[in-house]
């Protein structure tokens, strides 16, 4: 629970036996005893913080990001019982030696928060001062496929055509070559009139690789696909090799007549040599004639049918600046991304989904997350990870990763079955490349080739590989009424999906070793690793693919390519769309009209919820009662 809110201001304190907390100036100091150091945004580096010193602040970094972070958090839980927000703008920093030290603070604006409870509880706290969490569409729990070089409507229909004919269950594609690459809103090689705004209606698409987007849009629908298209927070400069765009010369010019962007003292900001989109403004998503100017242009792609936006970017504040509101640098690097998601989320409004890589506090109440661009690596799967259990223990709950990696050579046939694996047991399970040749080739060469990392691309030539990433895409598929009710027990609680392992059970258990609801699951994130020891909390498992039971310290032995550890607690269950745990074929239907329940143990009790179901499966040896509303189909077996 809150037990104090301190206001920093000279001399102010907060003591018991426990923990003693100083204010000094613009710094910190807090003095007790802990092992461990949890949260503090979707860090790669570290789960455990203690001996480190970490720098909230937002930072754009290509591959093995290290200290950095795209989304900090001035949020974290000690192992003595205590969670300490900073409610903050700032570029603060934390060191965590023998003793805490916080340092750079506003002491006219900044508050410290104080929160005593376990893991949970904190968690709890964070989530009710900083907003609930958006409730997210059932589709994004489905499997997500993504290529940067599908950049025309022909591979879009190809794409989806292959999908169905390999029976290869989708739920959502992301579109990342589609815009014209100068206005980031109007489809490549569109013509259209001079006006201010542009309706669906205004377009010509006949000289253009998107010949009919509406209709692609409604046959990716048909097939129960939902569409995202990629977005960046850039008013572009566009050098003198890339084609004249008229209206983007006119809207270069409006945005800063009407200082619809971030400025500087006297001119329109613009990112820095060196940078993405170097010589770009940004908007100023503060500025409420900026979000009129943004997205009046944007409805026509949710008028036909658009789902989502994935939101990239956000990362572009690096020297002196001032928006609308007159937050300066100190406050909009890290708070601009916030801004920018933000908007994105309330355009879309509830139905619709933004999908970021950048993000700040109050980040939940508007956005799914991806961990951004890493290399098809081990050592980069195993940053992704501890990203990952970072940001479910500060409350992000949708959190998802590029499978296999986004850059440079395909992964190993090993990384890319270990990626996969992770993946099902992620909340949200997504396939994405960078561009052909590489985004940041000049600074990291690889050929031009085809890296997409789907299925049906790693799979070329191996049929064996193609046919087990599939078995892992219909168990993805086949586990969506697990995952989706688990989610929404989540989102009443306040809690995520994925978790570490201390949010429910006390103790000590290996790092790499985490909860999928009621899973335990034991990803497997070393190259050619052999034997695993498993430490299970107190009570009986059952191993979840081969049904043994199991209990205390295990170790696994002779691990081959395909082997995937998970483990359900005894006196729990698990739901799923079809009685086979790996069906051989299964549909992307999100309709849950028929469950099937895996009752483990003699006696136990599960609740399950969707939007038609809310009830509590009771079972004592052959004995089973279901108390509330049960409006599917059930059927169930016991595994003793």
Request: aromatic share 14%; glycine share 6%.
């Amino acid at each position: 629970m809150l037990i104090k809110t301190i206001n920093l201001k000279m001399s102010n304190t907060y003591n018991n036996q426990e923990i003693n907390i100083i204010t000094s100036n613009e710094e910190i100091y807090i003095d007790c005893k802990y092992d461990k150091v949890y949260g503090l945004g979707e860090r790669y580096n570290a789960i455990n913080h203690k001996g480190q010193t970490v720098n909230n602040v937002v930072e754009e970094q290509f591959c093995n990001q290290g200290e950095k972070t795209y989304f900090p958090l001035p949020f974290f839980m000690l192992d003595n019982g205590y969670g300490i927000f900073v409610y903050t703008k700032n570029l603060v920093s934390f060191q965590f030696i023998d003793s805490i030290c916080i340092k750079n603070f506003d002491p006219k604006h900044d508050k410290l928060f104080i929160f005593k409870g376990d893991y949970k509880e904190c968690i709890q706290d964070f989530i009710e001062l900083t907003g609930n969490t958006k409730k997210a569409p059932k589709w994004i729990f489905g499997p997500w496929i993504s290529a940067h070089r599908w950049n025309s409507q022909a591979i879009v229909s190809d794409i989806r055509k292959k999908i169905k004919r390999l029976n290869i269950p989708v739920t959502a594609l992301v579109l990342e070559q589609w815009s014209d690459e100068a206005t980031f809103y109007i489809f490549n090689g569109a013509t259209y009139p001079d006006k201010k705004v542009l309706s669906y209606e205004d377009f010509s698409y006949e000289n253009s690789p998107w010949p009919n987007p509406e209709q692609m849009v409604q046959e990716l629908h048909e097939e129960g696909i939902k569409l995202l298209l990629w977005q960046c927070p850039v008013v572009k400069f566009i050098p003198e090799e890339e084609p004249f765009n008229s209206r983007h010369a006119k809207e270069w010019d409006y945005v800063q007549n009407n200082r619809l962007v971030v400025w500087t003292k006297d001119k329109p900001y613009i990112i820095p040599e060196g940078h993405w989109f170097n010589g770009s403004m940004i908007p100023d998503f503060s500025n409420p004639d900026t979000l009129e100017w943004w997205f009046n242009n944007r409805q026509y792609l949710l008028d036909i049918g658009v789902d989502g936006f994935k939101t990239d970017g956000g990362e572009f504040i690096y020297s002196e600046v001032i928006n609308h509101d007159c937050e300066t640098m100190e406050q909009l690097k890290n708070n601009y991304a916030l801004e920018y998601v933000k908007a994105y989320s309330d355009f879309l409004g509830d139905d619709g989904v933004a999908f970021s890589r950048a993000g700040y506090i109050s980040q939940q109440k508007y956005s799914l997350q991806w961990a951004g661009d890493q290399k098809s690596t081990f050592e980069e799967l195993k940053a992704i990870y501890r990203a990952g259990i970072n940001a479910s223990l500060c409350g992000q709950i949708h959190w998802g990763f590029d499978i296999g990696g986004f850059s440079g050579e395909l992964p190993s046939k090993e990384l890319y079955y270990r990626s996969n694996q992770f993946a099902v047991f992620s909340p949200i399970m997504q396939v994405h490349s960078e561009p052909v040749g590489g985004q940041f080739s000049a600074i990291d060469p690889i050929r031009a080739f085809n890296n997409e990392r789907t299925p049906w691309n790693m799979g070329e030539g191996d049929k064996e590989l193609l046919d087990d990433i599939r078995q892992l895409y219909n168990l993805r598929m086949n586990l969506l009424p697990y995952i989706y009710c688990e989610y929404l027990k989540a989102l009443q609680q306040k809690s995520t999906v994925m978790k570490h392992m201390n949010i429910d059970y006390d103790g000590d258990f290996p790092e790499e070793q985490y909860l999928f609801g009621d899973l335990l699951v034991i990803p497997i994130l070393q190259k050619h690793q052999e034997v695993r020891e498993v430490i299970l909390p107190k009570g009986n498992y059952y191993n979840f693919f081969t049904e043994e039971k199991v209990s205390n310290k295990i170790q696994v032995k002779n691990i081959s390519i395909k082997d995937v550890f998970v483990y359900v607690p005894e006196g729990k269950a698990i739901v799923t769309k079809m009685e086979e745990l790996l069906p051989e074929r299964i549909s992307n239907s999100l309709d849950d009209q028929r469950l099937y329940f895996r009752l483990y143990g003699d006696i136990g009790e599960y609740r399950y919820v969707d939007e038609d179901n809310d009830f509590t499966f009771i079972w004592n040896r052959s004995t089973v009662t279901t108390i509330g509303k049960v409006s599917s189909q059930i059927t169930w077996k016991r595994i003793q």
